[in-house]
C-alpha cells in the first residue's frame, strides 16, 4: 500500500514529466500560421517608424508618417493616378520577364547539354552578364529611342542571366550515370530531356525564375529612367525631383508588395511544377 509521500512523490514526478513535455515559447509561436508570423516584423517596423515620426526623433522632413504615406497612396488613387503607374510597371515587367527568362531558358539549355555551344557562348554571355543595367540605357537610346521597346529590352537583359545561368548550371550537373542509364533503354534527344534531365532541374529552373523575375523588377527602374512618363519608376524620380518624400517612400513600398506578389504566383507554379514533374 502506498504511503502519502509515495503518492506525493509519483504526483511530483508526473507534473515535472508533463512540464519536460510541455512545448516551449518558441514551439508554441511556430505551431501559428506562417502567414501570421510573417506579419510580425512590418508591423514592428510600422510601429517604430509610427514613434519616431510623431515622437519628433526624427524630422518629418527626413521621414514621414505612416498616415502621410497613406494619404499620398490615397491622394493617387483618387486621381487614377496610381493605377495607371502599378498597371504599366507591371506590364512591363511580366513581358520583359517572360520573353528574358524564356531566351535565358533556351539558352541557358544549350549551353547545359552542348559541350559546343558551352565552347561557343559561355565566355561571351558571362562577360555580358557582368554589364551594370545602367551601362546598356544610352545604347538602347541610340538603338530604339526612348519608347516601350527600349524599356521592354532592358527588362529582357535582366531577366535573361538568372535564367540562364541557373539552368545552364543545373543541366551540366544532371547525374551522369542516370542519363547514361536511360540512353541504355534507348532514350535520346527531346524524349531524354523531357523524361530524365528536365525532371532532374525543376528546382533549379524555378530558382533561376524567381531569380529572374526579382532582377525584371531591379531593371524596372532603371528601364523607365528612358524618357518615362508613367510607371513606378517615374514615380521614383518625379517624386525625389518633386520633394515628395512621401510619395517616394510609397513608391518603394509598392515595388516591395508587387514583387512579392509576383513572386508568390510563381512559387504557386513551382509547387505544381515540382509535383507534376518530381
Not at 124 to 143: D, F, Q, T
Request: positive net charge; aromatic residues 8%.
Amino acid at each position: 500500500m502506498s504511503t502519502p509521500t509515495q503518492i506525493s512523490q509519483a504526483a511530483d514526478g508526473s507534473s515535472a514529466a508533463a512540464d519536460r513535455h510541455k512545448p516551449g515559447f518558441a514551439a508554441r509561436i511556430l505551431q501559428a500560421p506562417k502567414w501570421l508570423l510573417s506579419l510580425i516584423l512590418p508591423v514592428v517596423i510600422v510601429a517604430v517608424w509610427q514613434y519616431v515620426t510623431v515622437s519628433g526623433i526624427v524630422a518629418p522632413w527626413s521621414l514621414p508618417t505612416p498616415g502621410a504615406v497613406l494619404a499620398a497612396a490615397g491622394e493617387l488613387f483618387q486621381d487614377g493616378d496610381l493605377s495607371k503607374h502599378v498597371g504599366i510597371s507591371t506590364q512591363r515587367v511580366l513581358l520583359g520577364f517572360a520573353i528574358g527568362s524564356l531566351l535565358g531558358l533556351l539558352f541557358g539549355a544549350l549551353v547545359g547539354l552542348s559541350k559546343l555551344a558551352d565552347a561557343l557562348l559561355s565566355l561571351s554571355i558571362g562577360a555580358l552578364r557582368a554589364v551594370p543595367s545602367l551601362a546598356w540605357v544610352p545604347l538602347l537610346v541610340l538603338w530604339m529611342k526612348m519608347g516601350e521597346d527600349s524599356k521592354v529590352t532592358l527588362i529582357i537583359i535582366g531577366a535573361f542571366f538568372p535564367a540562364f545561368t541557373t539552368v545552364s548550371l543545373a543541366l551540366r550537373h544532371v547525374d551522369a550515370q542516370l542519363v547514361e542509364a536511360a540512353r541504355s533503354f534507348g532514350f535520346k534527344g527531346l524524349n531524354l530531356l523531357r523524361t530524365v534531365q528536365l525532371p532532374a532541374v525543376v528546382p533549379s529552373i524555378f530558382s533561376g525564375l524567381r531569380l529572374a523575375l526579382a532582377q525584371a523588377w531591379l531593371f524596372l527602374v532603371a528601364a523607365e529612367l528612358l524618357g518615362a512618363s508613367m510607371g513606378l519608376g517615374f514615380l521614383l524620380t518625379d517624386s525625389q525631383n518633386n520633394g515628395r518624400l512621401d510619395r517616394l517612400i510609397l513608391t518603394i513600398i509598392l515595388l516591395a508588395i508587387f514583387g512579392k506578389i509576383t513572386d508568390a504566383l510563381l512559387s504557386v507554379a513551382e509547387r505544381w511544377a515540382i509535383r507534376r514533374w518530381t
